[in-house]
């Protein structure tokens, strides 16, 4: 009989935690909500300041909300209402019609208006933050600002990107012939520099992991080697914005952060780190997007002062 997913989680989790106890990080309250017939998906909100604008966080590609944005959710809600949904394809989000960046931007949409918010502040790592991109050019009297961190408006310019998305298409026969395991553990194995903190959540950070299946990330794959926002961009109505620069990124070349970073017309910060920052070390993580946001506020503050 094949292990249970909680158990396998256990295991893989012993594995790569090196005999380090297991703690479950606090999580503030979710619910499912029904995308007004686009499917349903996971949210965890936060209430915040009355006045304030809501926040909207959009995680990476092949995470989950909570893997993404852990340690960001209380020290936000401090200044902000936050919303944090499972984005289509990934831990309990929509399923129902595979995955494109513009159906994934249109539930963010759907999700603004099932909650009664006219305009919020999109905030998006890697694929969350091509969605939030995809979301300034279609939506932007939605669109309060965005922070945006290790993403790129087109990923099929370099070699490298173009092989990985080959390898990633010849998976295709194992789904075909129902062999579908969570990628998961290579996730966290290949995260290097974890902290004791990351590393005592590993068994949590698994379980969370293990919602995604191969066939999700294939599919995902498949549509975003093929997506380039850079005509859009260009000729779209700009919002304030941040951007986090992670000039070690092993996975979104910095070049093709930067250039995103100029298409949004971003105020741009560069750090000294690498994609996974978000499993490796979730707290440093947590700190930098609550900064973003802080400038990004002080963005929108001088705009009104101005406009006054």
């Known amino acids: ?59 990476g590609w092949g995470m989950t909300a909570d893997v993404n944005y852990v340690d960001v959710y209380e020290p936000l809600s401090a200044t902000h209402r936050v919303i944090a949904p499972d984005i289509r394809m990934h831990g309990r989000g929509p399923r129902d019609r595979g995955f494109t960046v513009t159906d994934a931007a249109d539930d963010v949409i759907a999700l603004l208006d099932m909650l009664d918010i006219e305009r919020a502040i999109i905030c998006g790592f890697s694929m969350g933050g091509v969605i939030a991109a995809d979301i300034v050019t279609r939506h932007p009297a939605r669109v309060a600002g965005t922070v945006v961190a290790a993403s790129a408006a087109c990923y099929r310019n370099r070699w490298r990107d173009r092989l990985i998305f080959a390898g990633l298409n010849a998976l295709q026969p194992l789904l075909t012939v129902g062999i579908d395991p969570p990628p998961g553990p290579l996730v966290l194995a290949g995260a290097r520099g974890r902290t004791d903190t990351a590393m005592q959540r590993q068994r949590w950070m698994l379980g969370e992991l293990m919602r995604n299946r191969l066939s999700d990330i294939v599919s995902v794959s498949g549509h975003a080697q093929n997506v380039d926002l850079r005509p859009r961009l260009a000729a779209g109505t700009k919002r304030p914005s941040e951007y986090l620069l992670l000039n070690r990124d092993r996975v979104c070349h910095p070049q093709m952060q930067q250039e995103l970073a100029d298409l949004l017309g971003a105020h741009t910060t560069t750090l000294d780190l690498d994609h996974d920052v978000v499993v490796a070390d979730p707290a440093q993580y947590a700190q930098l997007v609550v900064a973003a946001v802080g400038r990004l506020d002080a963005q929108l503050e001088s705009a009104r002062t101005v406009s006054a």
Do not use: K, N, Y
Request: charged share 15%; glycine share 10%.
């Open 1 to 59: 009989m094949p292990p249970s997913h909680e158990r396998l989680s256990q295991l893989l989790a012993q594995c790569l935690s090196f005999g380090r106890s297991q703690v479950t990080p606090p999580l503030p309250g979710g619910r499912m909500i029904q995308l007004d017939g686009r499917g349903e998906t996971f949210v965890r909100e936060i209430p915040g300041p009355a006045d304030s604008v809501p926040i909207v966080l959009l995680h």
